[in-house]
């Protein structure tokens, strides 16, 4: 069982920026292939960004493409998300995903089965 936390959440004002940091409890982190997640009030989860085991590849949804940066650390077992130039539209709860070893999606939720509890990032305007 892998147990993923988040943190670096918080209220920021439009224009702004944070970093959510996401460790994981796994010995094969490095060879894991991580997400960032999110859900808005009243919508639907969405993909955002994703990473591969080495960091040779990053993939980011086209809404936030520019402006988040996603990045690794092996030795710490963290994923990190840089959000940067953030909008109010960005208000939600963002979460940290561990893909199956077995997937090949790199937006689908499905192929995710690790999920952390969720840190809220709120824009106000």
């Known amino acids: 069982q892998v147990q993923l936390v988040e943190s670096g959440g918080g209220l920021v004002q439009a224009g702004g920026s944070l970093r959510l940091s996401c460790v994981a409890s796994?010995?094969?982190?490095?060879?894991?292939?991580m997400g960032w997640f999110r859900q808005a009030p009243g919508k639907e989860r969405e993909f955002v960004a994703a990473?591969?085991?080495?960091?040779?590849?990053?993939f980011y949804a086209d809404s936030v493409k520019g402006r988040f940066t996603i990045s690794r650390d092996n030795a710490k077992n963290t994923v990190y998300l840089q959000m940067d130039s953030l909008t109010p539209e960005d208000t939600a709860v963002y979460y940290c995903?561990?893909?199956?070893?077995?997937?090949?999606?790199?937006?689908?939720?499905?192929?995710?089965?690790?999920w952390g509890q969720g840190t809220q990032v709120t824009v106000s305007s």
């Open positions: 995903a561990r893909r199956a070893d077995t997937g090949y999606k790199i937006t689908s939720q499905q192929d995710y089965i690790y």
């Open positions: 796994e010995r094969t982190f490095s060879s894991s292939f």
């Open positions: 990473i591969s085991w080495i960091a040779a590849g990053t």
